[in-house]
């Protein structure tokens, strides 16, 4: 088990941050739906809530890839569009009446009171319960989002970096052979035609005889007594 998560632990990582964007477009496609129903058809309220949430994305990736200044002013629209559906639709389903929000204003009320919200007014509470709520949704999710593509520009730096690395690397393994390389041997042999001559002589010279005779001829050892009668 803990072999498969090390093996896996970029997967696992990148549907964490997955899971919490998808769950809150949805939600946020509906609320902002909801807001544009007010003065379009449902149907046209779908396509543009849609639009409205892969344009958010699409903006964040811009601003990820540092397309300029000019991307913000979309993203910044985009943005305030699912603020507002969300807060819109979070603001008219909350009840004034019912048990649960009147129970939510004994809870903060003593928190708020000193701010000048008087426990009376449901307006103000209900606002602050909607911005709350349905305000901070688009924000979640566009977090989510920027950490997702910081993440996976990481990951993607550091493979660079892992194949710039094996191929500078003396030796490189291809299958079962290893092909080694000396960084400090790079300049190539380029010999004369006299040279060659030479070497060929030395070489011929070389086979009629024994090693220890060439030995003794190069004055590399000197106390070795061996002839080729012997």
Do not use: C
């Amino acid at each position: 088990m803990k072999s498969w998560l090390q093996k896996n632990l970029n997967n696992i990582i990148v549907v964490s941050f997955l899971i919490p964007i998808l769950l809150v477009a949805f939600v946020s496609i509906s609320h902002v739906t909801t807001f544009y129903s007010t003065s379009n058809p449902i149907s046209w309220a779908i396509y543009l809530s849609l639009a409205v949430e892969v344009a958010a994305l699409a903006a964040l990736a811009g601003i990820s890839a540092k397309f300029g200044r000019f991307i913000y002013l979309p993203f910044g629209i985009v943005t305030l569009i699912q603020f507002v559906g969300n807060f819109f639709y979070s603001y008219s389903y909350i009840d004034p009446q019912g048990e649960q929000f009147r129970d939510w204003i004994d809870m903060v009320s003593g928190l708020f009171e000193p701010m000048g919200i008087d426990p009376t007014d449901t307006v103000a509470h209900r606002r602050l319960l909607a911005f709350l709520t349905g305000g901070l949704i688009p924000f979640i999710s566009l977090t989510f989002a920027h950490m997702l593509i910081v993440y996976s520009n990481k990951l993607q730096t550091n493979q660079e970096v892992n194949q710039k690395t094996v191929l500078q690397e003396p030796n490189t393994k291809i299958g079962n052979l290893i092909i080694e390389e000396d960084p400090d041997h790079t300049d190539k042999i380029n010999p004369t035609i006299e040279e060659l001559e030479e070497m060929k002589s030395k070489l011929a010279q070389m086979q009629t005889k024994t090693l220890p005779e060439i030995l003794v001829e190069d004055n590399t050892v000197k106390r070795l007594s061996y002839t080729k009668n012997v």
